[in-house]
Structure formats: structure tokens, C-alpha cells
């Protein structure tokens, strides 16, 4: 997705109404997140919103979400 997209203005409900709209949000960054492996100040850019509002859609979304720090391959395992 580029940043031509539009992405929807934020609105101030609260409750269902509220976390439907950061469920929906978050389906829509979960394949950037997954797949694209981007991260999420790197979402927060493209999208315009901030870092704790994309954590808390992808959280709403049911995204699990990678540990802090960078990427690392993990290290080979040495047999016995």
C-alpha cells in the first residue's frame, strides 16, 4: 500500500462503537504487519496515526504482535 492511500479520520467514540472502528483499522494494517513486515513506527508513518493507536488496532484485531528491537534471525543450533 502506498501513502496515497486514504486511511480513515479518527473519530472519539467510545465503547463498541470504538473498538469496531480499531478492529477494522487493524485488519487493514494486520497484511502490512504480517506479511510486509513493516513495524509499527513504520505504520504509524504511513498512516498518519500514532504509534499507540496502530498497537492498540492490531491488539483490537487480534494481531500478534512481534517482541521489541529488530528483526534477528535466530542463531543456529549447534548438535551435540
Do not use: H, N
Not at 513495524?39 to 517482541?67: D, M, N, P
Amino acid at each position: 500500500m502506498s501513502t496515497c492511500e486514504q486511511w480513515p479520520k479518527l473519530s472519539l467514540r467510545r465503547g463498541e462503537a470504538g473498538r469496531q472502528q480499531k478492529r477494522e483499522i487493524g485488519l487493514r494494517l494486520k497484511p502490512l504487519y504480517d506479511e510486509g513486515g513493516m513495524s509499527l513506527r513504520q505504520l504509524a508513518a504511513e498512516t498518519g496515526y500514532t504509534f499507540a493507536f496502530v498497537r492498540a488496532c492490531l491488539k483490537e484485531a487480534g494481531v500478534l504482535l512481534r517482541k521489541r528491537g529488530s528483526f534477528r534471525r535466530p542463531s543456529p543450533v549447534l548438535s551435540l
